[in-house]
């Protein structure tokens, strides 16, 4: 199968973010007085952040209104965003800018697909932000990983048929989104463990360049 575009997901496959969610959700749930621990954070990887937090609800002692659930979010948001501001270049994961360069070079379109509405900022701090030819992110979407919806969108903005695109995921919400797109996928992290994908690596720097690009066809 030809691969014309590769799709990334943002959080834990450019850049290794899960330590300042996980951060951010410790605190809240700290003032809040609700249990939180690693095990409930990893079933939040790929999932948006409403989803997210009705997750860490379920350990509430008691009920939230609508509007405390808002806040308890934009609150959540705010230390997020805080711990954010400390991501540069550098926090790029090993073996990201090679593959996208040879990517590039080869004339194969690159596109984020993320549930995370943060991610411009993260772009940003990062040195991306203009860098890919397609960004899908939380802003865009009215369902989160695991529906297809962000990644039909970025083949649709990429003008790339679904069967002839590739996703790179490190959470199982992210692999079953694409699958559900009809797209093959790389798991890598958490998900390489995942049965479904396509093709599985701990990290996208166990890949030279040139092999990444012949093992996809592209
Ligand atoms: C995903 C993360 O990329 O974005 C999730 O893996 C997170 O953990 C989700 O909940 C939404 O992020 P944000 O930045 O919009 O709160
Ligand atoms: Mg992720």
Redesign the pocket.
């Known amino acids: 199968m030809k691969t014309e575009a590769v799709i990334f ?4 496959v450019i850049v290794a ?2 330590d300042c ?1 996980y951060r951010a959700w410790k605190r809240l749930t700290g003032e809040e007085g609700i249990y939180f621990d690693a095990e409930i ?1 990893r079933r ?6 409403m ?2 937090l009705a997750i860490i609800l379920e350990k509430a002692e008691r009920t939230y209104y609508p509007e405390e659930i808002k806040a308890l ?1 934009d609150r ?2 705010a230390y ?2 805080q711990f ?1 501001q400390e991501l540069t270049p550098d926090c790029i994961l090993p073996g990201v800018m090679v593959i996208l360069t040879e990517l590039r070079k080869k004339g194969i379109k690159i596109a984020v697909g ?6 411009p900022l ?1 772009l940003e701090r990062i040195g991306l932000k203009d860098y890919f030819d397609v960004v899908v ?3 865009d979407l009215t369902k ?2 695991p529906d297809p919806e962000v990644f039909l969108l970025a083949a649709e903005r990429l003008r790339v048929a679904p069967s002839h695109c590739v996703v790179v995921e ?2 199982d ?2 692999v079953e989104a694409a699958l559900a797109a009809g797209m093959r996928v790389i798991g890598v992290g958490t998900a390489a463990d995942n049965p479904r994908v396509t093709w599985r690596a701990a990290t996208l720097a166990v890949f030279c360049p040139e092999e990444f690009c012949h093992l996809l066809g592209c």
Do not use: M, P, Q
């Open positions: 997901d943002l959080d834990g973010t899960d969610h954070n939040l990887r790929g999932v948006g952040r989803d997210s979010a959540k948001n997020y965003r954010v993320s549930s995370s509405k943060n991610t993260i992110d939380g802003n989160s990983k490190d959470a919400a992210g």
